[in-house]
């Protein structure tokens, strides 16, 4: 219940596509949802989040669309670009009375073609 | 600010060798995370340190794994004896608090290798 749902697993895209990942969840208990963008030879980094009181979010060409009755979100990238060329992680927060502690998806593998 | 901090970046051993791996939190980030990253296990949570102190442990895969924060600008995560499953990326993170959805700051990662 605490597993995070990501597909696809790897996705090529023209420049200047769209790029879209999915996620599910099942634990109705998750309360904020950050999406991660990880370089290679990097550490993942924050690049946009979402509420599940939100239907959508936008941050320039990168928006979140987020469905709480199906427990469903995505990530849309806008006008692609090779740069954005990395491994995407969507995430859940599960809030306990410690801390918030983050779920992560298995991540997707976006290539960006010229 | 520099960020967090890891080193080794890279570290080769043979089976049976102690392993540590270093990690500088940002400072005044009280929150302290631990990550092992592998193609078929994702990233795993390990361990969570806040304000030194161990809170949350139950993803320490068994007990050749050990982690410890002795101060606030300082960790370390030991595996001693390493096996060869042991080889992933480990990510050390940092956060402002343990609550309130406060971002996760990643370390670069270290690449264990055991051979």
């Known amino acids: 219940q605490q597993q995070v749902k990501q597909s696809p697993q790897s996705l090529i895209v023209q420049k200047g596509g769209i790029s879209i990942i999915n996620c599910a969840y099942e634990?109705?208990?998750?309360?904020?949802f950050p999406w991660y963008q990880q370089f290679p030879g990097k550490g993942p980094a924050l690049l946009i989040a979402?509420?599940?009181?939100?239907s959508e979010k936008k941050e320039g060409r990168f928006t979140i669309s987020f469905n709480k009755s199906a427990k469903q979100f995505s990530l849309h990238i806008m006008d692609s670009q090779p740069g954005d060329s990395a491994t995407y992680f969507c995430?859940?927060?599960?809030?306990?009375?410690?801390?918030?502690?983050?779920?992560f998806g298995p991540g997707t593998s976006l290539s960006v073609i010229p | 600010d520099a960020g967090v901090i890891q080193s080794p970046r890279h570290e080769v051993t043979e089976m049976g060798q102690e392993v540590t791996l270093r990690c500088k939190p940002i400072?005044?980030?009280?929150?302290l995370f631990w990550y092992r990253q592998t193609m078929m296990r994702g990233l795993e949570l390990l361990i969570y340190?806040?304000?030194?102190?161990?809170?949350?442990d139950s993803g320490m895969p068994e007990d050749r794994f050990s982690a410890k924060m002795p101060n606030a600008s300082f960790s370390t995560l030991k595996i001693q004896p390493s096996e060869p499953r042991d080889s992933a990326v480990y990510f050390c993170?940092?956060?402002?608090?343990?609550?309130?959805?406060?971002?996760?700051?990643f370390g670069p990662g270290t690449r264990l290798t055991v051979t």
């Open positions: 993170a940092s956060s402002l608090a343990p609550h309130g959805r406060h971002e996760q700051y």
């Open positions: 400072s005044g980030h009280n929150s």
């Open positions: 634990n109705t208990a998750f309360d904020y």
């Open positions: 979402i509420r599940p009181d939100v």
């Open positions: 340190f806040n304000n030194n102190v161990p809170i949350d």
């Open positions: 995430a859940a927060i599960l809030r306990n009375t410690s801390y918030d502690k983050v779920i």
